[in-house]
């Protein structure tokens, strides 16, 4: 069998190097049995690059007029802070006249990519190790979740959390237990509730569905798993925009 241009790519091969990095050092470590060193990162927002392989999304699948946009902001100076994905636009409620079906609109999100195939097969975040998932962040202090996509048998199912920022128009870390993540589908709490698939994480995204007419504005720098609280969590809040299919509210 001979190799396709595709697997022969220089992107290909520096991700099998990488994999092959990342299962020596787990084998070196003897982490299988001692636990993991560190913590593991899952995405970094630092390169116009990888901000621009996100996927933006918005209710104009649907025919809304939502807008939303995701850029890459490098700093001018130490007192911008880090370089980072800004994530803004504005939130439109008003629904499509030409579907009538169509009974709510309002929202807006974006995702990490799907993680390319290595030699050694299809890539994943292997999160089962690690208490948490870190989050370095900016938010106006609007409602956005935390969506985590899995290799589950229901393709449109996520496991979501609400992002509870605590000092808006400031950079700060948030760190949430993976254990707490609700599963969902379509927005909607799932019965009966399934664990997280920790060993097959696919993608990470973050939404904004309070449908709240206005204008929004996200930053983030980077996500990660870890053992330990580097900023502490974000308080909890006895409301959710999560609902069940009776719509109502889901408490954390």
Same mark, same amino acid.
């Given at each position: 069998? #001979? ?8 992107g290909f091969i520096r991700r ?29 927002f630092d390169s116009s690059e ?10 104009? +699948? ?8 995701? *850029? ?5 100076? /130490?007192? *911008?802070?880090?370089?980072?994905? #800004? ?11 030409? !579907? ?12 990490? /990519? ?7 097969? #299809?890539?994943?975040?292997? +999160? *089962?190790?690690? $208490?948490?998932?870190g989050l370095r962040i900016k938010?106006?202090? @609007?409602?956005? %979740? $935390? ?7 229901? /393709?449109?199912?996520? =496991?979501? =959390?609400?992002?509870?920022? !605590? ?15 609700? #599963? &969902?589908? =379509?927005?909607?709490?799932?019965? /009966?509730?399934?664990?997280?698939? @920790? ?6 995204? $973050?939404?904004? &569905?309070? @449908? ?5 504005? %996200?930053? $983030? ?6 053992? =330990? +609280? ?23």
């Amino acid at each position: 069998m #001979r190799a396709s241009a595709q697997l022969l790519a220089k992107g290909f091969i520096r991700r099998s190097v990488d994999e092959l990095k990342r299962r020596s050092r787990i084998a070196w470590n003897l982490e299988a049995i001692k636990g993991v060193q560190g913590p593991l990162t899952l995405y970094d927002f630092d390169s116009s690059e990888t901000v621009h392989d996100c996927i933006i999304m918005s209710d104009k +699948i649907i025919g809304g007029v939502s807008d939303c946009n995701l *850029d890459h902001v490098k700093p001018q100076s /130490p007192q *911008d802070g880090p370089a980072h994905a #800004r994530f803004h636009g504005f939130i439109s409620t008003e629904l499509p006249q030409d !579907r009538p079906k169509v009974d709510r609109s309002g929202f807006a999100a974006f995702r990490t /990519p799907n993680q390319s195939p290595t030699l050694f097969g #299809r890539s994943f975040w292997d +999160i *089962d190790p690690y $208490i948490y998932l870190g989050l370095r962040i900016k938010s106006d202090g @609007r409602s956005y %979740f $935390i969506n985590i996509q899995t290799e589950s048998i229901e /393709p449109t199912d996520l =496991h979501q =959390h609400r992002l509870f920022a !605590r000092r808006p128009g400031q950079w700060e870390t948030v760190m949430v237990k993976w254990n707490d993540f609700v #599963r &969902t589908n =379509h927005g909607f709490v799932v019965e /009966p509730q399934t664990e997280l698939l @920790r060993q097959k994480v696919r993608t990470l995204g $973050i939404s904004l &569905t309070d @449908r709240v007419k206005g204008p929004f504005d %996200f930053s $983030i720098q980077s996500c990660w798993a870890s053992n =330990h +609280i580097t900023d502490g969590p974000a308080g909890k809040s006895d409301t959710t925009e999560l609902r069940d299919h009776k719509g109502q509210r889901v408490q954390w």
